[in-house]
C-alpha cells in the first residue's frame, strides 16, 4: 500500500511538472506511520517544500520522512 501512496503522488507530481510555467520549483513527498503522507509541489527552495510535505505528513500521523524530492523543470 505504500509504494501505491508513493507512486501516485510521485505521478502527482509529475502531472504538475507538466502544468508548472517554466520557473524552476520544487515538490516532495513525506511517509510516516501508517499511511500517513504529505507532499509539496511549487515551492522556490527544497527546504520550503520539505517543510511542507513534512507538516501536512504529521498533520495526519507520526515519524514521518521525505521520501522524495524533485526540481520541476
Same mark, same amino acid.
Given at each position: 500500500?505504500?509504494?501505491? @501512496?508513493?507512486?501516485?503522488?510521485? *505521478? +502527482?507530481?509529475?502531472?504538475?511538472? %507538466?502544468?508548472?510555467? +517554466?520557473? *524552476?520549483?520544487?515538490?516532495?513527498? +513525506?511517509? $510516516?506511520?501508517?499511511? =500517513?503522507?504529505?507532499?509539496?509541489? =511549487? ?9 511542507? %510535505?513534512?507538516?501536512?505528513?504529521? +498533520?495526519? $500521523?507520526?515519524?514521518?520522512? @521525505? ?7
Amino acid at each position: 500500500m505504500r509504494m501505491k @501512496v508513493i507512486v501516485a503522488f510521485a *505521478l +502527482a507530481l509529475t502531472a504538475q511538472a %507538466a502544468a508548472a510555467p +517554466a520557473a *524552476l520549483a520544487w515538490g516532495c513527498v +513525506a511517509q $510516516g506511520t501508517g499511511n =500517513s503522507f504529505g507532499y509539496s509541489h =511549487s515551492y522556490d527552495t527544497r527546504s520550503a517544500a520539505e517543510s511542507r %510535505a513534512l507538516s501536512e505528513c504529521r +498533520a495526519r $500521523g507520526s515519524s514521518c520522512v @521525505v521520501v522524495s524530492c524533485d526540481q520541476n523543470k
